[in-house]
């Protein structure tokens, strides 16, 4: 009986601390209005952002944390990016249940699962096997059955289920990727930091109109993990 009113309350514990965050997530939105022109988000990406367990994303170890407005390490050197980021970018993204989505930095996971929850196919490639692994069975136990997990270099995007709607690249490159430019859908957007190592990045929406034309508007200064690969 106990380890079932323990488990119940961790759970109650994680849910009153994603309210939290959302919160927090509200109060940044308004705080960098000037730089995005967004004083808030989608309500439907606020509550996709408050459906999905965060901690589950997390190593157990940092758990107390998995609410904060905040990246926090999930090994091998790598992040999971901060809940207002993710907020962000699912929203400049602009999908729906006809969506086709690539995402490019699986980490651990929890990008795709937010993606999940709105589009209707998502496709993440994550160049560390271990990540990848692990984020592919957590994706699985927790039911998102629409999102498949490659691993390999996202720098070629994934030709063979393009062309995308939204390409979410959650790593910098110095210069945004031609082949993920080819697989952006016309009307389609891509989100993405660019910069190097030690500068600060811009995060930019680069959209394809009907004919083709890509317009690019620079969002955000923002801090990521580099892009790596041999490309
Ligand atoms: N979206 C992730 C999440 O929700 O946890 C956070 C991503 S973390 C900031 C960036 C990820 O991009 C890392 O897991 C890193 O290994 C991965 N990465 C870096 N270069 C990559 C590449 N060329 N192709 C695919 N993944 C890459």
Redesign the pocket.
């Known amino acids: 009986m106990l380890p079932m009113i323990q488990s119940l309350h961790a759970e109650d514990t994680y849910s009153l601390q994603r309210q939290e965050m959302i919160l927090a997530i509200e109060r940044m939105v308004a705080d960098t209005r000037d730089y995005t022109g967004r004083a808030s988000l989608a309500p439907e990406v606020m509550a996709a952002m408050a459906r999905v367990p965060r901690h589950e ?1 997390i190593p157990e170890e940092r758990r107390t944390y998995a609410y904060e407005n905040r ?1 926090l390490p ?1 090994g ?1 050197g ?4 901060q809940p207002y980021i ?1 907020a962000l970018m699912t929203d400049l993204a602009g999908v729906n249940r006809d969506s086709v989505v690539l ?10 699962a937010v993606l999940a929850e709105l589009a209707g196919q998502v496709y993440t ?4 096997e271990e ?1 990848g692994r692990n984020a592919a069975k957590l994706l699985q136990r927790l039911g998102y059955n629409n999102v498949t997990v490659r691993i ?4 070629h995007g994934w030709p063979e289920q393009g062309p995308f709607d939204a390409i979410l690249v ?2 910098a490159p110095e210069k945004i990727p031609e082949p993920l430019l080819e697989q952006l859908a016309p009307g389609g957007r891509l989100i993405i930091p660019v910069g190097g190592r030690y500068d600060v990045q811009s995060l930019q929406v680069v959209e394809k109109d009907r004919s083709g034309r890509l317009h690019t508007k620079p969002v955000l200064p923002v801090g ?6 041999d ?1």
């Open positions: 994303f990246p999930i091998s790598q992040t999971i990016s993710v995402e490019v930095g699986t980490g651990s996971g929890y990008q795709a490639i994550e160049i560390i990540l390999g270099d996202g720098y959650t790593a990521f993990v580099p892009l790596t690969g490309h």
